[in-house]
């Protein structure tokens, strides 16, 4: 066993489409990250299919969990804890990997930790520097829009969050319907490098005040200009739409983010989660955030998508708070944060 503040956690990723393992020390040392893609699989669909992705999961966890052990140049015995994304996500897929933490755990007789998904990717940043408090972070993912404010390690108070679909979920949309490949953010960000912000669409602020978020009226106001362009035979200008659809997103998170940053008197913001990839979202942050004394934080590509290091991150503050889970531990699609 490792002394007191460098425990090693094996982390367990299956949330969605990737099958990841990473072993973390102390909460803040990665000491090896393992993330098999199935987006290849899926892109042939069109975006994630359920079954399809715990089929998969089931076929890569054996492999994935020894090679990142491997890689971390352990065995499974000195390994403190082993901690694993208990939900939100895809049932099929978290069950692949509750199941083998807890057959893991009870086999060599170690704790085991049921990690929130959205709190994995906060944690994602605290591998790269230590958090200051208190903190907000915008958590932008393919199934999550949320603000959340933190005053001490563990504590999430959500403040605001999508009322319909999550950016990242716009983003692959709005892609789909440019006959782009899934997921489709990335296909997006980098056509927005390239066009203009011709369309002017909406941006919603929703009332006076609030943090919450909406880009359903966004996405339908992109598909309608489409529908519109193609009925009068009029040629869709891809990179265009792809700038103006990209400029309304990232106005709203950047303006949302900075008045909450300001509202609560953070000393950092950190963004996080799928979208934090995008280019301009985090250069319009770097901007907004510059002249103020607000630290920003924002993760290494790497560790932006679905990993497990963010989860061993995680479940390092769990472990020193003792917060073990039993081995009725089961996969909660619906869990929340706070
Ligand atoms: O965090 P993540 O890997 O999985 C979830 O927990 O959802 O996020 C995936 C989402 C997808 O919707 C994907 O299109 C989006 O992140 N994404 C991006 C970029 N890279 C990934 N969105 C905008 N710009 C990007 N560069
Ligand atoms: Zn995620």
């Known amino acids: 066993m490792s002394s007191e503040q460098n425990e090693i956690i094996l982390a367990i990723e299956t949330s969605c489409d990737e099958t990841a393992a990473a072993v973390v020390k102390g909460g803040k040392k990665l000491l090896s990250n393992v993330v098999a893609t199935q987006m290849d699989i ?24 020894e090679q990142a052990l491997d ?24 069950l692949v990997g ?22 994995g990717h906060i944690y994602a940043n605290r591998l790269e520097k230590d958090f ?4 907000m972070s915008l958590v932008v993912s393919g199934g999550h829009t ?41 296909e997006i960000d980098r056509l927005a490098q390239i066009g203009k912000d011709t369309y002017q669409f909406p941006r919603s602020y929703l009332e006076e005040g609030s943090y919450d978020f909406s880009f359903s009226g966004l996405k339908t106001a992109v598909i309608n200009k489409l529908h519109h362009l193609k009925q009068k035979g009029a ?17 709203v998170l950047v303006d949302k983010t900075y008045q909450a940053a300001i509202d609560y008197g953070v000393k950092q913001l950190i963004i996080a989660g799928g979208v934090s990839a995008n280019r301009t979202l985090r250069d319009r942050m770097s901007e ?26 995680a479940a390092s503050v769990e472990y020193h708070k003792q917060n073990f889970a039993s081995l009725n531990l089961n996969a909660n699609p619906g869990l929340t944060i706070e």
């Open 288 to 313: 907004r955030f510059k002249d103020t004394n607000i630290d920003l934080m924002i993760p290494p590509l790497y560790l932006c998508t679905d990993n497990a290091a963010m989860i061993g991150a």
């Open 132 to 135: 200051e408090f208190p903190l």
């Open 42 to 65: 899926h892109k042939k669909f069109g975006g994630v299919v359920p079954e399809v992705a715990s089929r998969h999961h089931i076929e890569q966890i054996t492999m994935v969990i």
């Open 235 to 251: 040629e869709v200008d891809t990179e265009n739409i792809a700038t103006s659809f990209q400029a309304s997103v990232i106005d």
């Open 71 to 94: 890689e971390a140049g352990m065995t499974i015995n000195e390994v403190d804890a082993v901690a694993v994304t208990e939900g939100p996500g895809l049932v099929g897929a978290l």
């Open 146 to 186: 949320e603000l959340i404010y933190m005053e001490q390690h563990g504590e999430y108070e959500v403040i605001g969050e999508t009322r319909d679909d999550a950016a990242g979920e716009a983003y692959d949309k709005v892609a789909k319907a440019l006959g782009l490949p899934y997921p489709g953010g990335p």
């Open 98 to 119: 509750v199941n083998a933490a807890k057959a893991l755990a009870y086999a060599h007789h170690k704790p085991v930790i049921g990690v929130h998904h959205i709190a």
